[in-house]
């Protein structure tokens, strides 16, 4: 989320510093709150954060996730026998703790990255972002059968199948229909 006065937006270095700081102290506070999960769940978090240049956007769907997922590991693991769940309907239901650990601590992450600043376009990410769309458009073009509007097409080459197999051509010649 980004302030609405860019005057009250703070300095790169008080950025990186709060960057950094929640770094450190993420990781650890997750394990106090949610146990080696939490420390596990925090560290991957904090390093893809930083690695893949996600925006927090990504974790608040990570989180959503693993709560979707919840019912189904629960489920997965065998429902209850009785009426009222015992003491040790956790401790067999292991995956389903865990996956709820995973997300309170994914959704954490998200909520004091946007709340300290820190959920803007790094210079990583739109990279990533045209490097994707290179490969999108190399696709589609590979996959595009050459028409005679195609600039690029040789001459006489017209991406028209006549029927014959020995003609080379695109793999998709005579199965799209011509207009």
Not at 60 to 70: D, G, I, N, S
Not at 156 to 167: H, I, P
Not at 168 to 173: I, K, V, Y
Request: net charge neutral.
């Amino acid at each position: 989320m980004r302030p609405l006065n860019e005057s009250a937006r703070p300095g790169t270095r008080q950025l990186i510093r709060r960057a950094l700081v929640l770094s450190v102290v993420f990781p650890v506070a997750s394990w106090f709150f949610a146990s080696w999960i939490g420390l596990v769940v925090g560290i991957v978090a904090v390093s893809s954060w930083w690695v893949l240049n996600r925006p927090v956007r990504a974790y608040w769907a990570a989180a959503a996730a693993c709560v979707v997922a919840t019912p189904i590991a629960t489920w997965a693991q065998g429902l209850p026998q009785r009426s009222v769940a015992g003491a040790d309907f956790v401790t067999r239901h292991w995956l389903a703790n865990d996956l709820v650990l995973a997300a309170l601590v994914l959704a954490g992450l998200a909520a004091v990255a946007e709340l300290l600043g820190l959920d803007f376009e790094r210079a990583g990410s739109s990279r990533s972002f045209r490097l994707a769309e290179r490969i999108r458009e190399r696709t589609r073009r590979r996959f595009q059968p050459d028409g005679p509007d195609d600039p690029e097409a040789a001459p006489g080459e017209t991406g028209e199948y006549d029927g014959t197999d020995d003609e080379p051509g695109s793999q998709l010649d005579g199965l799209l229909p011509t207009t």
